[in-house]
């Protein structure tokens, strides 16, 4: 059965510091995967995605995630975070023959000053 | 800046009422999702439709939920009756209907509170 994990629940770390967020898939085949990003008391917002093609994902705010499929992973990754980066980052892999997104469980983002 | 919008953004009832969540998805979108996001549960899919057919509400209590698009650009999500464990942030979403490699819009939610 397809699923994703998400090991860490909350991630701590200094504003400049860099950042990488985990993120281990089950899947039979090449997968579609994704990061969704939710601040406070909003929805949920793609940064990313990966379908083929180079293993090294830009996305929006300076995030970047890196398919290993020898590793089953697609961790997100920041050199240098902001306090507004704060926020909940949700990874997810595209459900088989259907328009679904199987979600981790999330990993909360604390950024200190 | 096309978005989905829900309404309302915050609701209090006491159990036994009907609850009514509205959402607009983006136009052109034809796939529209209903998620419901717990401290406990998560991210959970209640439903989700294409072209205004339902194709899975397999995670969604059947006797009291229901959910339904009476026309392509509103989707409604009712609780009847509404019970305090339905409370909970419900997420609408939509999408252009690509399969596994579309990208989902997600709306701000709707804060349910069933005292």
């Known amino acids: 059965a397809q699923s994703v994990t998400q090991p860490d629940i909350h991630i701590t770390v200094s504003e400049g510091a860099s950042l990488e967020l985990r993120c281990n898939y089950s899947?039979?085949?090449?997968?579609?995967l994704f990061w969704y990003v939710q601040s406070p008391g909003q929805g949920l917002q793609l940064l990313l995605k990966?379908?083929?093609?180079?293993?090294l994902v830009q996305g929006i705010k300076g995030f970047e995630a890196e398919f290993k499929r020898s590793q089953s992973s697609f961790n997100l990754r920041k050199p240098s975070v902001h306090w507004s980066d704060a926020a909940e980052y949700f990874c997810a892999v595209g459900a088989r023959n259907t328009d679904k997104l199987i979600f981790g469980t999330g990993t909360r983002l604390q950024v200190f000053p | 800046d096309a978005r989905v919008t829900q309404t309302p953004r915050h609701k209090v009832t006491e159990m036994g009422q009907e609850v009514t969540m509205r959402c607009q998805p983006i136009l052109g979108h034809n796939t529209v999702f209903w998620y419901r996001q717990t401290m406990m549960q998560g991210l959970e899919l209640l439903a989700y439709?294409?072209?205004?057919?339902?194709?899975?509400d397999s995670g969604m209590p059947k006797d009291r939920f229901s959910a339904e698009m009476p026309d392509a650009t509103l989707a409604t999500l009712k609780i009847q009756p509404s019970e305090p464990r339905d409370s909970a942030v419900y997420f609408c979403a939509s999408g252009q209907g690509q399969g596994m490699a579309d990208t989902q819009y997600f709306g701000p939610g709707t804060r349910l509170t069933v005292l």
């Open positions: 990966y379908f083929s093609g180079d293993t």
């Open positions: 899947y039979g085949a090449t997968p579609y």
């Open positions: 439709f294409r072209n205004r057919a339902p194709l899975d």
